[in-house]
């Protein structure tokens, strides 16, 4: 007889059930891990939202809302302008556009003015001709002042050329001409003036004389005093240099002790030079101003005149004058002295057939000669 139903499950080997088991071990301790490490974890803090910082500009007020019965807002327009109100306005526009119109206008001619100033430096207005007004008494000839002006015609413009510098090189490399005036003479010439000077005075100065004009300028350096001019006598140490006047230092340089008191002589020498031209007396042949205190004159090599110190110097000069000029046609050949030192009282002292002798001092040969250094 056969047994009916279903037949009994078998059973997994034991190694399989052992592995299964191990398996769901090792699930329940990774389960019980994660567990813990999310208890450990703290609780994050929520941190409160914040609020928004309060506006300073007032809240625009809430229009109320519009039911299907209340009436449509209304577009507000500007009225209409009045006809003084055109017309300030079509003013005003009109003043807009001249003010930029102007602007527009200085601007091109502040450009037009930059770019004639930049061509005429550059490439108008080259210095082609020199015009020089020579007075017949000059000792230069027009080409003489022309090349020593430094100029050089098709290369200096103008209006760069320093006119002052070509003067002044025409003064100092000429010594005969006292005075140069340069002017600009448009297009492209310069137009030159110049003022010959002469000889007033002779200083002994090494083995020969140096010829000064009234003013101190050097002139040249000659061997022999000419016959027509006084000798200056004086104790002042100075430098030799052509063109240039004494006491005064070359190239603006500070003046040293030397300069100094050589202008301080040339200065006497100018004053006594200036009376005797302001008292008319012409024929002076020596100035002696070694002593400041004690300034001879000597007049036709024959008359000795005693000034004493600077002062008074015109009002002692011309009582000179009328002394000699109340000499007779036969004591127009005597020798003698005036003292003139205690103006207004003169004294004279005739020397012509004195039991003395008293000799007049010969200028041709000085009693002094300055010892000067020589460029």
């Known amino acids: 007889m056969k047994k009916t139903g279903r037949a009994p499950k078998k059973k997994p080997p034991l190694k399989q059930r052992a592995a299964a088991a191990l398996v769901r071990t090792l699930e329940k301790g990774e389960q019980k891990k994660q567990t813990k490490q999310q208890d450990r974890k703290p609780a994050q803090k929520k941190t409160p939202a914040r609020k928004p910082a309060p506006s300073k500009r007032p809240a625009p007020a809430r229009r109320p809302a519009q039911t299907g019965n209340a009436p449509a807002q209304t577009v507000r327009r500007r009225p209409p302008m009045t006809a003084e109100q055109k017309r300030r306005r079509a003013a005003y526009l009109r003043r807009l556009r001249m003010r ?64 002052d510098k070509v003067a002044k090189n025409i003064e100092t490399r000429l010594p005969y001409i006292g005075k140069a005036q340069v002017e600009r003479d448009f297009p492209s010439s310069l137009r030159v003036t110049v003022t010959p000077t002469k000889a007033s005075a002779a200083i002994a100065f090494g083995t020969g004389y140096l010829l000064i004009d009234a003013e101190g300028k050097m002139l ?131 020397t012509y057939g004195s039991e003395d002798g008293e000799e007049t001092t010969d200028v041709s040969e000085p009693e002094s000669v300055t010892e000067t250094a020589q460029q």
Do not use: W
């Open 100 to 163: 930029k119109r102007a602007i527009r206008i200085g601007a091109a001619a502040v450009a037009l003015l930059i770019v004639l100033l930049i061509l005429s430096r550059t490439v108008l207005f080259k210095i082609n001709n020199i015009e020089i007004t020579n007075p017949e008494d000059a000792d230069y000839t027009a080409s003489q002042i022309v090349t020593e002006s430094g100029i050089v015609y098709g290369t200096q413009n103008l209006f760069s050329c320093d006119i």
């Open 220 to 350: 040249e350096k000659v061997e022999t005093a000419p016959e027509n001019i006084a000798v200056l006598r004086c104790k002042t140490e100075f430098e030799l240099n052509l063109g240039q006047y004494i006491g005064v230092s070359p190239n603006g340089k500070k003046p040293d002790d030397a300069t100094k008191a050589a202008a301080e002589m040339i200065s006497l020498y100018k004053k006594v030079n200036a009376a005797a031209q302001q008292a008319q007396i012409q024929e002076i042949t020596l100035i002696d101003i070694r002593d400041a205190r004690a300034i001879t004159l000597m007049y036709q090599n024959r008359l000795t005149l005693h000034l004493g110190t600077q002062d008074s110097l015109e009002q002692k000069l011309k009582t000179a004058a009328k002394t000699i000029a109340a000499e007779s046609d036969a004591s127009r050949t005597r020798t003698g002295a005036i003292d003139l030192t205690s103006i207004p009282y003169v004294f004279s002292r005739d």
